[in-house]
Nanobody, 118 residues
């Protein structure tokens, strides 16, 4: 059974940093595109950052220059380093694994709460 387990969320003051981790199991991690999404109350889930199997990255405009996604294929783990956090970054952050172009191989973690106080 595929599992994505996020960790690293919490409460931080504006301007601070957090590092999220997502450990994957039961998938061939290295061939998956990994992504971090977030969902704030009353809003749709949106993609913040993704990294392909070859290491190409993509970021939402709102986090460019502040967030960095990386992966460690040896540890089946993807990271999201979040710097200069703002109150509007407050959301539940979800890890996603997709095996492009096969839409059936699309998995989600349970989410981790990030709260940024002003």
């Amino acid at each position: 059974q595929v599992q994505l387990v996020e960790s690293g969320g919490g409460l931080v003051q504006a301007g601070g940093s957090l590092r999220l981790s997502c450990a994957a199991s039961e998938i061939t991690f290295s061939i998956y595109t990994m992504g971090w999404y977030r969902q704030a109350p009353g809003k749709q889930r949106e993609l913040m950052a993704s990294i392909t199997s070859s290491g190409n990255t993509n970021y939402a405009e709102s986090v460019k220059g502040r967030f960095t996604i990386s992966r460690d294929n040896a540890k089946n783990t993807v990271f999201l380093q979040m710097n200069t956090l703002k109150p509007e970054d407050t959301a539940v952050y979800y890890c996603n694994a997709r095996r492009i172009p096969f839409s059936i191989y699309n998995y989600w973690g349970q989410g981790t709460q990030v709260t940024v106080s002003s």
